[in-house]
C-alpha cells in the first residue's frame, strides 16, 4: 500500500537530515571524525564524471540555441551590446545552474535515493544503527560532498560551455567579433552575479541530497518502493530547484 508521507514529516526528516549531516561535518572538521574518502570518490565518480559527457553535449546545445534566437533577434533590433550582455548574465545565473541541478538530481539524487531506499528493504539500514553506526552521515555525508564538488565544477565548466558554443556561433553566422562579446559580458557582470552564478548550484546540491535521503528513507516495504522513492525524488528535487531560483529572483521580503 503506498502511503505518502504528510508534508511536515517530510519536512521533518529532511530537517534531522541536514542537524545529522551538519554535526558529522563539524566533527570531521574538529577531527572527532574521518571523512570516508573512498566513499566521497566513488560518489564523484558516480555523481558527476560518468555525466560530464551528456552533460557538455546538453551545454553545447543550449548554447547554440542561444546563439541562433540571439542572432534571430539581432536582426530585428541592433543592439548587440546590450542583448549579448543580457543573455550572458541569465546564462550565468539562470541556464547554467538549473541545468547543473537538473543533472545532480537526475545522477545523484536519484543514486542516493535508490541506495539508501534499497537498504531500507533489506533491513541494512537497521543493521548499521544496530551495529552502532549513525546511517545518515555514514550515507548521505558522502554523497552530499560529491554533489557539492561536482555542482561547482560543473557550473564552471557548463557556463564555459554554453557561452564558448554561443559565441562561436555568432562568431561564425552573424559575424560578431569575440571581442564584442567579451567586451559585452564583461560590462554587464557584476561582482554579485557571480557570486549568485556560484552559491546557486551548491544550494541546488543540497536541496537535491535532503530530499533524495528523505524519500529514501520512507521507502515503502514493497517492489516498487524504490522505484516511487527515484521518482518523488527526481520529481521533489526540480520543484525545490525552481522554487528556491525563484526566491532568489523574487525574495518573499522584497
Request: glycine share 8%; net charge negative; proline share 6%.
Amino acid at each position: 500500500m503506498n502511503i505518502s508521507p504528510p508534508l511536515l514529516a517530510r519536512l521533518g526528516l529532511i530537517a534531522v537530515v541536514l542537524r545529522q549531516c551538519l554535526a558529522h561535518f563539524a566533527a570531521v572538521l574538529m577531527a572527532r571524525e574521518r571523512l570516508d574518502l573512498p566513499a566521497f570518490a566513488e560518489q564523484t565518480r558516480e555523481v558527476g564524471l560518468s555525466v560530464l559527457p551528456l552533460m557538455t553535449f546538453v551545454a553545447v546545445a543550449l548554447g547554440l540555441i542561444l546563439g541562433i534566437q540571439t542572432g534571430v533577434i539581432l536582426e530585428q533590433i541592433n543592439a548587440p551590446e546590450l542583448l549579448l550582455g543580457a543573455v550572458g548574465v541569465a546564462v550565468l545565473e539562470e541556464f547554467a545552474p538549473l541545468l547543473v541541478g537538473f543533472f545532480v538530481a537526475a545522477r545523484g539524487g536519484v543514486a542516493l535515493a535508490v541506495r539508501i531506499g534499497a537498504m531500507r528493504q533489506s533491513q541494512e539500514f537497521d543493521g548499521l544503527i544496530v551495529s552502532g553506526v549513525q546511517p545518515l552521515p555514514f550515507l548521505v555525508v558522502p554523497a552530499l560532498l560529491a554533489m557539492l564538488w561536482m555542482s561547482f565544477a560543473f557550473a564552471v565548466w557548463t557556463k564555459c560551455v554554453v557561452l564558448g558554443a554561443m559565441g562561436a556561433w555568432l562568431s561564425l553566422s552573424e559575424h560578431i567579433p569575440l571581442a564584442l562579446f567579451r567586451d559585452s559580458l564583461a560590462d554587464s557582470v557584476e561582482v554579485g552575479d557571480l557570486a549568485l552564478s556560484a552559491l546557486k548550484p551548491l544550494l541546488f546540491a543540497v536541496l537535491v541530497a535532503l530530499i533524495a535521503a528523505s524519500n529514501g528513507i520512507w521507502t515503502e516495504q514493497e517492489p516498487e518502493g524504490v522505484a516511487r522513492a527515484a521518482t518523488r525524488t527526481m520529481v521533489g528535487a526540480i520543484a525545490a530547484i525552481l522554487v528556491a531560483d525563484l526566491l532568489f529572483l523574487v525574495p518573499p521580503w522584497g
